[in-house]
């Protein structure tokens, strides 16, 4: 499965951004994606998440502001980023995780796009 994340870029304070994430070579529907971001110094760290039911989840930090949505059809996740500010500057990566039944057993999956630079001037 690849990921291919797309969409950032340099924006202002207040402003907003969407990414865009295509997973390709996924004979399967997959159970989560989401993205994950990492700012210089800091380890990586969950933004949102959504299920394929639609279940979503945020960290604190970008709750009321971020919007995870997905495209099942598609296999595509976006997040839609508003009320920008300098602390969400990072590179922010695609991921698409879950569990697959593969002869007989239960094993999970988990991967990770190239990652995309968002970053927010004041």
């Known amino acids: 499965v690849q990921l291919q994340a797309s969409g950032g870029g340099l924006v202002q304070a207040g402003g907003s951004l969407r990414l865009s994430c295509a997973a390709s070579g996924s004979s399967f529907s997959i159970d989560r994606m989401g993205w994950y971001r990492q700012a210089p110094g800091k380890q990586r760290e969950l933004v949102a998440s959504?299920?394929?039911?639609?279940?979503?989840n945020y960290a604190d930090s970008v709750k009321g502001r971020f919007t995870v949505s997905r495209d099942n059809a598609k296999n595509t996740v976006y997040l839609q980023m508003s009320s920008l500010i300098p602390e969400d500057t990072a590179v922010y990566y695609c991921?698409?995780?879950?569990?697959?039944?593969?002869?007989?057993?239960?094993?999970?999956?988990?991967?990770w796009g190239q990652g995309t630079l968002v970053t927010v001037s004041s």
């Open positions: 959504i299920t394929i039911g639609g279940r979503t």
């Open positions: 991921n698409a995780a879950g569990l697959r039944l593969i002869g007989g057993r239960w094993l999970s999956y988990d991967y």
